[in-house]
């Protein structure tokens, strides 16, 4: 299980590191499922494995969106973000383990597509190639700029923090991910 501990500030170093460890825990997640446990839902009714990883391509799609507004505007010159205190304590109940309840999915990143493992493994990282880019554009300027949330049209926060957030959403759907795969597992050595 991928955590990391929140942090007072915003690092583009550390966020792409974080980028690279869950592509290699997503990796690790789809190694040796077949399509059909790929698409199997969870034995609680939750998602399954290809609809946590849809949910991510959407709620990434939506960040890199208000990424880009708030590039637009960002004042040229780097500075420092510290993250605000409602967004650390924001970013610590999204970490997994996430046993402090879940949040409402809205309509437009409720998962739906049925991709195959490989299409959904090209989306995220064409995803993730997308936030790279905007991390290195956000060396340049001022991360302070404001990003409004793609999920809560009354949300605003800094540039450096939404990044750190969106690390932080991922995590939590890959463990949700990981526990649908174990899931899976101990449903088939049961039926043996």
């Not at 450096?160 to 957030?165: I, K, M, T, V, Y």
């Amino acid at each position: 299980m991928l955590t990391q501990p929140p942090s007072a500030q915003f690092d583009q170093d550390g966020v792409l590191a974080q980028l690279t460890a869950l592509e290699q825990e997503l990796d690790r997640l789809l190694d040796g499922l077949t399509e059909e446990q790929f698409h199997t839902p969870a034995s609680n009714g939750g998602w399954s494995i290809a609809k946590c990883l849809e949910h991510l391509d959407l709620t990434g799609q939506g960040m890199i969106k208000e990424w880009d507004a708030a590039l637009a505007v960002a004042r040229p010159g780097a500075a420092a973000v510290k993250h605000p205190w409602w967004v650390r304590k924001f970013i610590a109940f999204l970490e997994p383990p996430y046993s402090r309840g879940k949040g409402k999915t809205p309509p437009a990143f409720e998962p739906a597509a049925l991709r195959t493992r490989q299409e959904a493994r090209a989306r995220f990282q064409a995803m993730h190639d997308g936030t790279r880019e905007r991390l290195e554009r956000s060396r340049v300027v001022d991360a302070n700029a404001r990003v409004q949330s793609p999920f809560a049209s009354w949300i605003k926060y800094p540039l450096g923090s939404a990044f750190e957030l969106f690390t932080a959403h991922e995590r939590r759907h890959l463990f949700q991910a990981e526990n649908v795969k174990r899931d899976i597992g101990a449903s088939r050595a049961a039926a043996r």
